[in-house]
């Protein structure tokens, strides 16, 4: 010991703890990975189920939709269906199993901010968003020959579904106490936002009261986004698109690191 004392609460790490976060963001990602069975293989064979249900269904009489065939119109609304899905999955079961468990204080306990606790939650989220997305669209290049054409942007919605779906997690997570309150938010509001969305039609087809709700759906804008960059053609502008998508995004963050700030519903 150097004889230097420290005042309880004041943080000896810098601004950031590093150490901390990278911790807590490798155990979120170690959960998924030893399970990479029932949480990367399964949602590639439930994409690949959806476009051979659709093929099969549908056939080769359906016609193009804007200006590509069916399928290539289907792949990218599946896939980022699947990422935002993935990555609300990943924090909200993290969040509520440390809950029921009576864990939640090995995360709540050690020098980490509200901030770095939210980082740490969306890096799990989005690494695996981010790891099936890539699965499946090697999927699609080897089995439909399918290949965005742009990549980089692709990239990005993503791993901004993924971040914006893990961060609606983490708060679905905080507010359920219990895994039947869990599910009853991912069958009333995350599946409906997932399906309603564009995912397997042009919103264009839709009656204009539903066509207007649509929009107001954050998910749209990710899934039309991503099919702009991986078709080229999209139902709006994907620049809008995006700046929704941010909006979206730092909003339920900042709902997130509220919650966490405050303990809701996690300190007694």
Same mark, same amino acid.
């Given at each position: 010991? &150097?004889?230097?004392?420290?005042?309880?609460?004041?943080?000896?790490?810098?601004?950031?703890?590093?150490?901390?976060?990278?911790?807590?963001?490798?155990?979120?990602?170690?959960?998924?990975?030893?399970?990479?069975?029932?949480?990367?293989?399964?949602?590639?064979?439930?994409?690949?189920?959806?476009?051979?249900?659709?093929?099969?269904?549908? +056939?080769?009489?359906? +016609?193009?939709?804007?200006?590509?065939?069916?399928?290539?119109?289907?792949?990218?609304?599946?896939?980022?269906?699947?990422?935002?899905?993935?990555?609300?999955?990943?924090? $909200?079961? $993290?969040?509520?199993? $440390?809950?029921?468990?009576?864990?939640?204080? &090995?995360?709540?306990?050690?020098?980490?901010?509200?901030?770095?606790?939210?980082?740490?939650?969306?890096?799990?989220?989005?690494?695996? +968003?981010?790891?099936? #997305?890539?699965?499946?669209?090697?999927?699609?290049?080897?089995?439909?020959?399918?290949?965005?054409?742009?990549?980089?942007?692709?990239?990005?919605?993503?791993?901004?579904?993924?971040?914006?779906?893990?961060?609606? +997690?983490?708060?679905?997570?905080?507010?359920?106490?219990?895994? &039947?309150?869990?599910?009853?938010?991912?069958?009333?509001?995350?599946?409906?936002?997932?399906?309603?969305?564009?995912?397997?039609?042009?919103?264009?087809?839709?009656?204009?009261?539903?066509?207007?709700?649509?929009?107001?759906?954050?998910?749209?804008?990710?899934? &039309?986004?991503?099919?702009?960059?991986?078709?080229?053609? $999209?139902?709006?502008?994907?620049?809008?698109?995006?700046?929704?998508?941010? #909006?979206?995004?730092?909003?339920?963050?900042?709902?997130?690191?509220?919650?966490?700030?405050?303990?809701?519903?996690?300190?007694?």
């Amino acid at each position: 010991m &150097d004889g230097r004392t420290v005042e309880p609460g004041v943080r000896r790490f810098g601004r950031v703890n590093w150490l901390g976060l990278y911790t807590l963001a490798a155990r979120e990602v170690m959960r998924f990975l030893v399970v990479w069975t029932q949480t990367l293989l399964a949602p590639l064979v439930t994409a690949g189920l959806f476009l051979m249900i659709f093929t099969l269904a549908v +056939g080769s009489g359906r +016609g193009s939709v804007m200006g590509v065939p069916f399928l290539h119109f289907l792949a990218p609304g599946i896939l980022m269906m699947t990422v935002i899905q993935n990555a609300f999955a990943n924090t $909200s079961s $993290s969040v509520v199993i $440390s809950k029921v468990q009576g864990n939640i204080v &090995d995360t709540l306990m050690p020098p980490l901010s509200p901030f770095e606790i939210l980082l740490g939650y969306l890096a799990g989220a989005v690494a695996r +968003g981010v790891i099936v #997305a890539l699965a499946i669209a090697v999927a699609l290049a080897l089995v439909l020959g399918l290949v965005p054409q742009h990549p980089v942007l692709a990239l990005f919605y993503a791993a901004l579904g993924a971040a914006f779906m893990g961060a609606l +997690g983490l708060v679905a997570g905080i507010f359920a106490n219990k895994f &039947d309150q869990m599910a009853a938010i991912t069958n009333f509001i995350v599946t409906p936002l997932a399906f309603l969305s564009g995912t397997f039609y042009s919103v264009e087809v839709l009656p204009p009261a539903l066509r207007a709700l649509t929009h107001a759906n954050p998910v749209f804008y990710l899934i &039309d986004g991503l099919r702009f960059a991986v078709i080229g053609a $999209s139902d709006s502008s994907p620049a809008l698109g995006a700046a929704v998508c941010l #909006a979206a995004t730092f909003a339920v963050c900042l709902l997130a690191w509220s919650m966490l700030r405050t303990g809701y519903r996690l300190k007694a």
